[in-house]
C-alpha cells in the first residue's frame, strides 16, 4: 500500500508489536452486550466521533483501502485502512498513518465476544512514532495524549 508513512503494514494483528515504536494495548469489558451494535459503532467511526475526533472525508464505513480523513484541535488526521476482522466473535479494522498524519504507525480498533460467556471486549492496539516537528517536540506530552485518546475511545463505546 504506497503513501503510507511506516514499512510494518498489519502489524496490530499480531504479536509482538514492531520493535522501535511506542506500543500501547488497551482493552476494556463491555459486558454481555450485542457484537453487531458495538462492531457497528466501530466500523462506522462512531467510536472516534464520540471521543471527538470529527471525520471530515472518507467513507461512512471502515472498508479496506479506503482512505479517511479525521480533524482534531485543528490537526489534520489522514488514514488507511489497512485491515478489515469480521468473524463471528472478532470484528474491528486497523488503519495506517498517511502523509500529513502527526505520528507514523498503525492503530486497530475491535470487539472480541468470548464465545463461553458472551461478555464483549473493546480493543485498541497501535504502535507510532512522532512524525511531524511538532509531535517529536511534544515529547512525553504527545503520549499522554494519546493514552487519553485511548481510554476516550474505549469510553465511547
Known amino acids: 500500500m504506497t503513501d503510507l508513512t511506516y514499512a510494518e503494514v498489519g502489524a496490530t494483528a499480531r504479536e509482538p508489536l514492531p520493535d522501535g515504536y511506542h506500543h500501547v494495548r488497551a482493552t476494556r469489558s463491555l459486558g454481555v452486550v450485542d457484537l453487531d451494535e458495538a462492531a457497528e459503532a466501530i466500523m462506522t467511526w462512531q467510536m472516534q466521533e464520540r471521543s471527538g475526533v470529527r471525520r471530515t472525508s472518507g467513507p461512512p464505513r471502515a472498508t479496506l483501502g479506503a482512505d479517511v480523513t479525521f480533524r482534531f484541535y485543528g ?17 474491528g479494522f486497523a488503519y495506517g498513518t498517511l502523509p500529513g498524519h502527526p505520528e507514523t504507525g498503525e492503530e486497530r480498533f475491535a470487539v472480541e465476544r468470548d464465545p463461553a460467556t458472551g461478555e464483549v471486549t473493546a480493543i485498541v492496539t497501535a504502535f507510532s512514532n512522532p512524525a511531524l516537528w511538532r509531535t517529536r517536540l511534544a515529547g512525553p506530552v504527545g503520549r499522554l495524549l494519546q493514552r487519553a485518546m485511548t481510554r476516550r475511545y474505549l469510553k465511547a463505546l
Open 75 to 91: 490537526q489534520q488526521i489522514p488514514c488507511r485502512v489497512v485491515d478489515v476482522v469480521d468473524e463471528p466473535d472478532r470484528r
